[in-house]
């Protein structure tokens, strides 16, 4: 799922005669099963449009498997139940897209909101990707609240893909990929690579500590947060799923926000037909209000008081 994301390039299957030419047969009953065990895994909904994509990824995991034909591949799926399998299966379907401070009217509204917290500051990104978003969050934290007061504030990083997420644990760019970064950011918040690493940055071990990256399927009914957060960010995730699936996810935020917190959204998503627990406060930025404020605390209590009892997730 997720929730700021990098895009997968895939080359282009060659195409015959207006058709995309394919190794293995893919009929209308093998989408529609993929349609319906991703949506039952993740949440995804996937529309008829993302149907050569489909192909296009998980012909790969036929390959991989020495399996010839969908029906193989979606009865192993489900008659083995391997994690590791559906992990490949799920990402495979995940697509991605993200960018150091995309959609950048979002931080400065951050910067403002946070000096005016009282206590260390806590913020989610739930849609983390190869991690460009949470290292936004993180650098925005630092030059608001200043050093000192920045290594008391962390920011909690998660998504569905295992592979972006080791990608972003890493904290390793191409110059490409900061090339929208002032001189000033580049200099305070990476480290320069030389010799064998050579055209990459990675960044400052200060910066990587006020975070921590977690596997995280925001469709998942049992999963737990103790930490009740000052703002979550869950941009072009809910794009992804249907309405009840975004009620669901909304209605899980609400208890992890503290009173007045902020949760910003993509910019092609509205929540406000989803949910009366935020209001609208900005470009898709929006306000825990009131009412949900004052029952979220005493959920977020009891939520905390579940999450104690039960083990956490590892680190992806």
């Not at 920011?155 to 997420?165: G, I, S």
């Not at 990675?202 to 947060?225: G, S």
């Not at 998503?269 to 989803?274: G, L």
Request: charged share 25%.
């Amino acid at each position: 799922m997720t929730t700021a994301r990098a895009q997968r390039i895939d080359r282009p299957e060659p195409v015959r005669t207006g058709e995309m030419e394919r190794d293995f047969d893919f009929t209308s009953a093998d989408f529609a099963r993929i349609r319906d065990l991703i949506h039952r895994r993740a949440g995804i909904s996937l529309s008829d449009h993302k149907r050569d994509m489909a192909y296009s990824r998980l012909a790969r995991r036929l390959r991989a498997r020495g399996l010839d034909s969908f029906r193989h591949y979606l009865d192993l799926l489900e008659s083995e139940n391997d994690p590791a399998e559906w992990e490949a299966f799920t990402n495979a379907l995940t697509t991605n897209l993200t960018a150091f401070f995309r959609e950048s009217h979002h931080f400065p509204i951050l910067a403002e909101f946070v000096k005016r917290r009282q206590q260390a500051v806590s913020v989610w990104c739930s849609a983390a990707s190869t991690g460009e978003e949470p290292y936004s969050i993180a650098m925005t934290l630092i030059e608001a609240l200043g050093d000192s007061a920045a290594r008391q504030a962390t920011v909690l990083a998660t998504d569905l893909d295992t592979q972006v997420l080791a990608k972003g644990e890493a904290g390793v760019y191409s110059l490409d990929q900061v090339k929208q970064l002032s001189p000033e950011r580049l200099k305070r918040f990476f480290l320069k690579g030389t010799g064998s690493h050579a055209g990459y940055v990675k960044v400052r071990p200060e910066v990587r500590a006020m975070i921590r990256f977690e596997q995280l399927n925001l469709t998942d009914a049992d999963y737990r947060l103790s930490t009740p957060f000052d703002a979550i960010f869950c941009r072009n995730v809910m794009i992804y799923f249907d309405k009840p699936t975004q009620s669901q996810v909304l209605s899980r935020f609400e208890p992890l926000v503290k009173p007045g917190g902020l949760l910003f959204a993509g910019h092609s998503e509205n929540f406000t037909y989803v949910t009366q627990a935020f209001k609208l406060r900005g470009q898709t930025v929006y306000e825990l209000t009131r009412d949900a404020g004052a029952n979220s605390r005493g959920r977020s209590h009891d939520h905390a008081k579940s999450a104690a009892s039960m083990p956490r997730r590892e680190a992806a």
